[in-house]
C-alpha cells in the first residue's frame, strides 16, 4: 500500500490543507475548551501557589523538585520528536515524513514552552529565573557556569529559539499559498507579512535548500545535546540513583520514545479532527508506529542498563534507593512505569495492530504515561531516600496544587498546539507536491523501464 | 530603451525546462538569459537548478561564520566572567577550567551557526521582497512560471518562444 496517492491533484492538497484552517470538526472546539478549562486549573494553582507560599505544594527540604520537575524533563523529552521527524529523516530522504513533520515541529516548540513554564513555577519566587540567565549582580559575579543549571537553561534557549526559527523557515513557502489563496481579511494580512514576499523563484528555493538542510544539521546535535544537559543535572551530582554513567543516552531514548509516542497520539486526533485522512495515511502511521516500538526497545535495554548498574555496583545507598522503588511506597507507580514502557510496546510489534487506530490511541497514552511515571521515578525516590539518613521522607505526597499544574500542563499545550493548527497549515502543502511529484515521476520511470524490459524479453 | 516585463506559465516542469533551453541558446537582442530570466515555481526542484545551471549559494558562508563568532563569543564571555575570581581563593582548581565551558561554547556554536544562517538566507534569497512587477497564485499552486525581462522589441520573440512550448497564460506589463 502506497504512503499516498500519487493521483492527488496539487491544486486539490492546497484546497484541502486551506480548508483546515477554516472548517474543522466539532471536536477540535470540544478539544479547545476543555483545554481552556485545564490551563484555568493550573492558573489557578499557580496563583494559589504564588499568594499563599511554597507549603502549599508540599514541597520541602528533602524534596525539593517533586512533580514540577519531573514534569518539565518530561515536556524537554516531548520536544525530541519533532527533531527526529523533521532534522534526521529530512537528512535520510525519509519523505514519508513530509506530510507530518510540520505538526511534529510545532509539538517540538510547544512541548519546549510548556515545559519553561515549569522552570519558573518551581522556583515559587518567579522572578528568581533571573539567577539562571548570564548577567552579572551588583557586585559584578555572574552566574556559575560550570553549573548544569545553568548549561540547562542555555540549552533549552538555544533549542525553542532553533526550533521555533527552523519551524518558521520551513512553513514560508506555505505561508506565501495561504497568502495567494485566501480571502482578504486579518488571516492574509498575517499571512503577508509572514510570508516576507516569497514567490518561489529558483533563487529562493536554492538559498532555502540550502539552509533548511543546514539547520537541520544543527539541530540533532543540539536535541541530543538538550537532553544530555537535562541529563546531566541528575548525572553530575552525587546523589543515590542518578550518577549513574549511561542516564545521557537514557534521557535522549526516552525523550525519543515519548516524543514518538505523542506523534501517534497527535496524529490520530488532527487526522479525525482536520480531515487529514488523505495526506495522514495509514502506511505512514505504520512507518512511526515501527519506528516507536524500535525505540521503545532501545529505551527498555537502557533501563535494564541502569538498573543493572546499579545492582551489580558497589554503591549500597543507590541499591537501596533501587529496592526501595521496586517495594516501597513508589512500588505500584515503578511497576507502572515498567510495564507501559517496556510490555505495553509489545502490542505495537503486531501487524495487525499497527494500523489499528482505537489500539493504537489507547497504547500511545499509556506510552506516555510510562514516560512521565519515569521521569516521576527519577526525581522523587533519590529525593525521599538519599544518603543521610535523617533527610528521609519516605511519605510525602505531592499536594493538590502540584498535581493541578501538571494536568494544566497537559491542557496548554494541547491550547497552543490546536490554536497553531487552526492558524498555520498543519501539513506542509509544497512538500507533500513534491512528495507526490517524486513518487509519480519514480513510478512513472518504473513503468518505462519495465515496458522496456518487457521489449526486451519479447525481443530475446 | 524601457524594459518589459513577461510572465508565461506553464502546466509541467518539461515545458518551462524546454523555454529556458530555447531562451539561452538563442540571441535575442535586448535581453539577456542568465540575468532577465526568473523561474518560478509552486515546489523545490533540483532539475530547474539543473537546467539553469550553476548557481553558487553563499549561506554556508555566513552559518559558518555564525557558528565561529556564537562559539567564540560565548567561550570569552564566560573565560572573561571567571577572569573576576583571579583575586579569590580557587582551592588550586582552574581559573578558566575548559571541559565545562566547553558546554557553553558548543552551545552558543549552535546558536550563532542557526541565527546568522536564517540572515544569510534572507540576505541571499533577497527577503523580504516587494512582489515583482508580475506575479501569478498560480505559481503557489501547480504552474510554473517564467519571467522575463526584455526590451519591447524582443517581447514579441519571446511570445513566441513562449506560445510555442505551449504556454497555459502569458502576463505582459511594461516595466520601468
Redesign the interface.
Known amino acids: 500500500m502506497k504512503d499516498i496517492s500519487e493521483d492527488i491533484a496539487w491544486a486539490k492538497i492546497n484546497t484541502d490543507v486551506l480548508k483546515s484552517l477554516e472548517n474543522p470538526r466539532k471536536l477540535y472546539w470540544v478539544i479547545l475548551l476543555i483545554a481552556i478549562a485545564m490551563v484555568g486549573v493550573a492558573a489557578g494553582c499557580e496563583v494559589y501557589q504564588y499568594n499563599t507560599g511554597m507549603g502549599v505544594s508540599n514541597k520541602n527540604n528533602t524534596h525539593v523538585w517533586g512533580l514540577y520537575i519531573a514534569t518539565f524533563i518530561f515536556w524537554i523529552g516531548m520536544s525530541h520528536s519533532g527533531t527526529l521527524l523533521s532534522a534526521i529523516l529530512h537528512l535520510m530522504h525519509a519523505d514519508w515524513r513530509k506530510p507530518i513533520y510540520r505538526f511534529a515541529e510545532a509539538m517540538t516548540t510547544f512541548s519546549l514552552m510548556t515545559a519553561g513554564l515549569f522552570v519558573a513555577v518551581h522556583l515559587g519566587r518567579v522572578w528568581q529565573i533571573y539567577y539562571a540567565l548570564p548577567y552579572p549582580n551588583g557586585r559584578q559575579v555572574w552566574p556559575n557556569f560550570q553549573s548544569p543549571l545553568l548549561w540547562d537553561a542555555m540549552a533549552i534557549f538555544t533549542y525553542l529559539s532553533s526550533s521555533i526559527l527552523f519551524l518558521y523557515v520551513g512553513m514560508i513557502p506555505d505561508l506565501a499559498i495561504c497568502r495567494d489563496h485566501l480571502h482578504p481579511g486579518w488571516r492574509k494580512t498575517l499571512y503577508t507579512a509572514l510570508s516576507l514576499g516569497w514567490e518561489g523563484t529558483d533563487r529562493q528555493w536554492r538559498n532555502f535548500r540550502v539552509t533548511y538542510l543546514t539547520i537541520a544539521c544543527f539541530l540533532i546535535p543540539l536535541a541530543v545535546s538538550v537532553h544530555s544537559i537535562v541529563a546531566s543535572d541528575f548525572a553530575m551530582s552525587q546523589q543515590p540513583g542518578w550518577h549513574i554513567t549511561s542516564f545521557p543516552p537514557y534521557f535522549v531514548a526516552g525523550a525519543l520514545y515519548s516524543g514518538c509516542a505523542a506523534i501517534i497520539t497527535l496524529f490520530i486526533i488532527l487526522r479525525y479532527v482536520f480531515k487529514f485522512e488523505e495526506y495522514m495515511t495509514l502506511p505512514i502511521l505504520k512507518k512511526i508506529v515501527r519506528l516507536t516500538f524500535a525505540i521503545a526497545m532501545v529505551w527498555t535495554y537502557l533501563n535494564l542498563i541502569e538498573y543493572a548498574s546499579v545492582w551489580y555496583g558497589h554503591d549500597q545507598a543507590s541499591k537501596d534507593v533501587l529496592i526501595q522503588k521496586a517495594t516501597g511506597v513508589y512500588a505500584p507507580f515503578w511497576w507502572m512505569m515498567n510495564f507501559c514502557g517496556s510490555i505495553v510496546p509489545l502490542i505495537l510489534f503486531f501487524k495487525r495492530f499497527q494500523t489499528h487506530i482505537p489500539v493504537l490511541f489507547a497504547v500511545s497514552l499509556l506510552l506516555n504515561m510510562g514516560m512521565w511515571l519515569e521521569r516521576w521515578m527519577i526525581v522523587a525516590p533519590t529525593f525521599s531516600h538519599g544518603y543521610y539518613p535523617w533527610t528521609w521522607d519516605h511519605d510525602q505526597w505531592p499536594s493538590l496544587v502540584q498535581w493541578g499544574m501538571v494536568f494544566g500542563s497537559f491542557g496548554w499545550f494541547t491550547l497552543l498546539f490546536m490554536v497553531f493548527c487552526k492558524v498555520f497549515p498543519s501539513v506542509s502543502m509544497y512538500e507533500v507536491k513534491e512528495m507526490v511529484y517524486h513518487r509519480s515521476q519514480a513510478t512513472k520511470k518504473l513503468e518505462v523501464t519495465g515496458n522496456l524490459a518487457a521489449a526486451g524479453k519479447g525481443a530475446h | 530603451m524601457s524594459k518589459r516585463h513577461l510572465l508565461a506559465l506553464f502546466s509541467n516542469f518539461d515545458e518551462a525546462e524546454a523555454v529556458v533551453r530555447e531562451l539561452r541558446s538563442v540571441r535575442i537582442k535586448g535581453f539577456d538569459a542568465d540575468k532577465d530570466m526568473?523561474?518560478?515555481?509552486?515546489?523545490?526542484?533540483p532539475e530547474?537548478?539543473e537546467f539553469?545551471g550553476d548557481?553558487p549559494?553563499y549561506?554556508?558562508w555566513f552559518?559558518l561564520g555564525g557558528a565561529l563568532t556564537g562559539g567564540l563569543l560565548a567561550f570569552f564571555?564566560?573565560s572573561g566572567?571567571?577572569a573576576?575570581f583571579f583575586s579569590q581563593v580557587k582551592g588550586g582548581k582552574p581559573i578558566v577550567?575548559f571541559p565545562?565551558?566547553f558546554?557553553?561554547t558548543?552551545?552558543?556554536f549552535?546558536?550563532g551557526?542557526?541565527?546568522i544562517?536564517?540572515l544569510?538566507?534572507?540576505i541571499?534569497?533577497?527577503?523580504?521582497?516587494?512582489?515583482?512587477p508580475l506575479?501569478s497564485?498560480k505559481?503557489?499552486?501547480?504552474q510554473v512560471g517564467i519571467?522575463v525581462q526584455a526590451d519591447e522589441a524582443a517581447s514579441s520573440t519571446l511570445k513566441s518562444i513562449f506560445i510555442k512550448h505551449q504556454a497555459l497564460e502569458i502576463q505582459e506589463e511594461a516595466g520601468k
Open positions: 526568473i523561474v518560478k515555481s509552486p515546489i523545490e526542484h530547474v537548478e539553469l548557481k549559494v549561506v554556508q552559518t564571555l564566560i566572567s571567571q573576576n577550567p565545562p565551558n558546554v557553553l558548543y552551545e552558543m549552535i546558536l551557526g542557526v541565527y544562517s536564517i544569510g538566507f534572507l541571499c534569497a533577497g527577503l523580504p521582497a516587494s512582489r515583482s506575479y497564485a505559481v503557489s499552486e501547480d519571467l
